[in-house]
Nanobody
Framework: QVRLAESGGGLVQAGGSLKLSCKGS????????LGWLRQAPGKEREFVAS????????YYSDSVRGRFTISRDDDKNTLYLQMDSLEPEDTAIYYC?????????????????WGQGTQVTVSS
């Protein structure tokens, strides 16, 4: 059905910024809850941020709140993650994910459509 493709990852120094994009194809994302999750080597996948179908509601993990901003542009069928004040602990593969629902919030284990991931590396 809908397919997701992340881009924008790379190498950045601590304190720097990076903006990730997740472009949907094959279907409009307007009815989907969308989110970002990440996985560092040897660690479990963890929730980063999510937004509901309308973009009005947004949720962040405690570790990124105040530094990361999730947004969506449905005219471009794209989800974004603006990452500021990056820390070495943010180093991970970042995945975007989707769930076709009008519910207010989609939790990590509920997302059922995933992108291929993009690597973010923060050097100290």
């Amino acid at each position: 059905q809908v397919r997701l493709a992340e881009s924008g990852g790379g190498l950045v120094q601590a304190g720097g910024s990076l903006k990730l994009s997740c472009k949907g194809s094959g279907r409009a994302l307007r009815s989907y809850g969308l989110g970002w999750l990440r996985q560092a080597p040897g660690k479990e996948r963890e929730f980063v941020a999510s937004t509901n179908w309308s973009g009005r509601l947004k949720y962040y993990s405690d570790s990124v709140r105040g530094r990361f901003t999730i947004s969506r542009d449905d005219d471009k069928n794209t989800l974004y993650l603006q990452m500021d004040s990056l820390e070495p602990e943010d180093t991970a593969i970042y995945y975007c994910a989707a769930k076709d629902t009008f519910r207010d919030r989609v939790y990590e284990n509920e997302f059922n459509i995933w992108g291929q991931g993009t690597q973010v590396t923060v050097s100290s």
